[in-house]
C-alpha cells in the first residue's frame, strides 16, 4: 500500500532538484533509503522510520525491509493548463494518478533563474495553480451533472449522486476546492470515477534561499499564512542544500556537511514524513529473525484487513492476532520478554490497529 505523491509546481521552482535529492538520498549508501527508478521521474523511496532500527536491534534479523512511498516528479503546470497549455493534459493525467500533492512554491529571489510570471509572489504561485486544478475539476463535474440530470428521469436512486455534484459545482464555482467540503465517505462515491484534482490532500515546500534555511522569510511567511484556514503543513527548506546533502555516501562527510549548516536532520526527512501521513496513514511492524518489516496500512483499519497487506489469504482465514505495543517491545527487548511480563496481547477481528504496533497473525489456511 505504498502512498503515491506527486511533486507539483510552476516551471523553475525547484521541483526537479527536490525529485533528484529524493532519488540521490535513496541511492546513498549510508542512508536508509531505498531508491528504484520504475520510469523517467518516477520512484519508490523508503520512509525513514527509527522505529524499524530500534527493532532491528533487539530482533537482529537477516534482513530489514521499510516502508515505501512513490514519488512523482510531474511536468511544470503553466497558466492555461486546464485548457491545453504547455504540457497541460499529460501533467492533469499525471496528477490525477497520485493520492497527495507536493506543491513546490519559489520563495527566493534569483536573476539568473528565469520566471515567466513576474515578481516572486508565492501566493499567486499557487492561486495559479489552485485555478487550473479547480477549472479542470469543473469541466470534469459538469460533465457527469449532464449525464445524471438525465439519467435522473428514469432513476430517482440518482437524486443524492446529483446532490453531491451540485455541492462540488458550487463549490468549485466560489474559487475553492472540493476536498475543502469534507465529504462523507458515501458522498465520496459519487465523484469517485471523476479522480477530482482538488479532491486530494496538499502539502506545501517553501523553496527558500540559503540565508532563510532556518528561519524561512517574506515570501515563506506569506505562503504560511495563505494556507492557515486550510490547516496544510509548510515545510521550510533550501532544495538546492538537500540535493547536496544527499549525494553524501559517507555518513561522517554527510554529518559534517549537516553540522556546517547547523542542521541536526535534513529537511528532506521532515517532508518524507509528512507527505507519508498526509493521507493518515499508519506503520505496524513484523519482527522475526528472518526480517523485521514495516507495513502502511490505513488509520482505522482492524486487524483482518492490516493482515491483507501481507496477503489476502492472512485476512480470509484471520484468527487472532499478537499484538505488543512498540514502546513495551523496546523496553523488554524481545518478544519473549514481552509475553513473560504480559505485555504481549491476543486481539481479535474487531482491533483496530494502532500506529507502531508490533503484530503476529494467527490464521487458517
Same mark, same amino acid.
Given at each position: ?93 499525471? *496528477?490525477?494518478?497520485?493520492? =497527495? !500533492?507536493?506543491?513546490? @512554491?519559489?520563495? %527566493? #529571489? +534569483? ?123 509548510? *515545510?521550510?527548506?533550501?532544495? =538546492? !542544500?538537500?540535493?547536496? @546533502?544527499?549525494? %553524501? #555516501? +559517507? ?115
Amino acid at each position: 500500500m505504498a502512498l503515491k505523491a506527486g511533486i507539483v509546481g510552476l516551471p523553475n521552482v525547484g521541483k526537479s532538484t527536490l525529485f533528484n535529492a529524493v532519488s540521490n538520498s535513496a541511492k546513498a549508501q549510508a542512508s536508509n533509503y531505498r531508491f528504484c527508478t520504475i520510469e523517467p521521474n518516477v520512484g519508490l523511496v523508503d520512509v525513514p522510520d527509527q522505529r524499524i532500527t530500534k527493532l532491528a536491534e533487539f530482533v537482529k534479523p537477516d534482513r530489514t525491509v521499510p516502508t515505501q512511498i512513490e514519488i512523482v516528479d510531474i511536468a511544470g503546470l503553466v497558466r492555461g493548463a486546464s485548457k491545453g497549455e504547455g504540457l497541460g493534459n499529460k501533467f492533469l493525467a499525471n *496528477i490525477r494518478e497520485v493520492d =497527495a !500533492i507536493i506543491q513546490v @512554491i519559489r520563495c %527566493f #529571489e +534569483d536573476e539568473n533563474i528565469l520566471r515567466d510570471e513576474g515578481p516572486i509572489n508565492p501566493v499567486g504561485d499557487k492561486d495559479i495553480i489552485e485555478t487550473e486544478l479547480q477549472l479542470k475539476d469543473m469541466e470534469s463535474v459538469e460533465k457527469k451533472l449532464v449525464k445524471t440530470e438525465k439519467m435522473m428521469k428514469t432513476d430517482t436512486k440518482l437524486k443524492a449522486e446529483y446532490d453531491v455534484l451540485v455541492k462540488c459545482q458550487k463549490q468549485l464555482n466560489d474559487g475553492k476546492n472540493v476536498l475543502g467540503l469534507g465529504l462523507s465517505k458515501e458522498e465520496r462515491l459519487a465523484i469517485a470515477d471523476l479522480y477530482l484534482l482538488t479532491d486530494k490532500p496538499v502539502l506545501y515546500v517553501a523553496n527558500v534561499d540559503e540565508a532563510s534555511m532556518h528561519t524561512g522569510n517574506k515570501y515563506s511567511n506569506a505562503l504560511k499564512a495563505a494556507v492557515e484556514k486550510e490547516g496544510a503543513e509548510v *515545510i521550510v527548506m533550501t532544495n =538546492a !542544500i538537500e540535493a547536496q @546533502i544527499a549525494e %553524501f #555516501e +559517507d555518513a561522517d562527510d554527510k554529518a559534517m556537511f549537516m553540522d556546517e549548516y547547523k542542521m541536526t536532520e535534513p529537511a528532506l526527512d521532515r517532508l518524507i514524513h509528512s507527505t507519508y501521513k498526509l493521507l493518515d496513514l499508519y506503520t505496524y511492524f513484523t519482527a522475526g529473525v528472518q526480517e523485521v518489516r514495516a507495513w502502511t496500512i490505513q488509520k482505522g483499519w482492524k486487524a483482518p484487513q492490516a493482515a491483507s497487506v501481507i496477503h489476502t489469504d492472512f485476512e480470509k482465514g484471520f484468527i487472532k492476532a499478537e499484538v505488543i505495543a512498540y514502546n513495551d517491545f523496546v523496553t523488554y527487548k524481545s518478544e519473549a520478554a514481552c509475553r513473560d511480563n504480559g505485555k504481549l496481547r491476543i486481539e481479535g477481528k474487531e482491533y483496530l490497529v494502532q500506529d507502531g504496533d508490533v503484530m503476529h497473525f494467527r490464521f487458517n489456511v
